[in-house]
């Protein structure tokens, strides 16, 4: 098996009314397509009174070997869950406030997304077919690393600062100067 695999994901994207002063909408990534095909634009899947589902881009899952432990991590999850990373659409003129970014299936990597603030990172629960893909890839690629505890230097007590003299002198002057 590969090092590195990887799988196009359609971005399902709702789109929902809200009441509020500041916005008219609330953004969300709601589910994934395995094997979607690539989209010029975005595409409508359903409409009802107050929201519309988009297919709103196909992006690359990508699983690398160095990450197993979180993929094994999101597994364990009830359900696992891809993460989607929406980021503001940066065009004055854009049609939507937003456009997918990125999918994970690595929780590690989806907190990195949140350190910025703008982005939305939501789960979305992962397909069947998909767990068994990502269960395979760790079963290929994950090697448990044994806890090696360290053992620690015991601490002389004459050495101060790395082997240096004391900055003051404990010596006291006997004169009577002070």
């Known amino acids: 098996m590969d090092k590195e695999l990887s799988m196009p994901l359609g971005v399902v994207v709702e789109r929902r009314e809200i009441d509020n002063p500041w916005q008219d909408w609330s953004w969300r990534p709601v589910a994934v397509i395995p094997g979607a095909p690539e989209v010029e ?5 359903s409409r009802d009174a107050v929201s519309v589902r988009f297919h709103a881009a196909t992006l690359p899952v990508i699983l690398h070997r160095q990450e197993t432990e979180a993929y094994r991590q999101n597994l364990s999850n009830n359900p696992p869950v891809v993460y989607v990373v929406l980021e503001p659409d940066p065009q004055e003129d854009a049609v939507y406030d937003y456009k997918p ?13 949140l350190d910025s603030g703008e982005e939305i990172v ?4 992962m397909p069947d077919g998909m767990i068994a893909w990502v269960q395979a890839f760790i079963d290929a ?3 448990d690393e044994p806890f090696k505890k360290r053992k620690r230097r015991r601490y002389a007590t004459h050495d101060v600062e790395f ?10 002057n006997s004169g009577g100067d002070h």
């Open 41 to 45: 634009a975005w595409t409508e899947l």
């Open 101 to 113: 970014a990125s999918v994970t299936v690595s929780p590690y990597e989806a907190q990195d997304s």
């Open 122 to 125: 939501e789960g979305v629960t």
């Open 141 to 143: 690629h994950h090697v």
């Open 163 to 172: 082997g240096k003299p004391p900055p003051v002198s404990k010596k006291r």
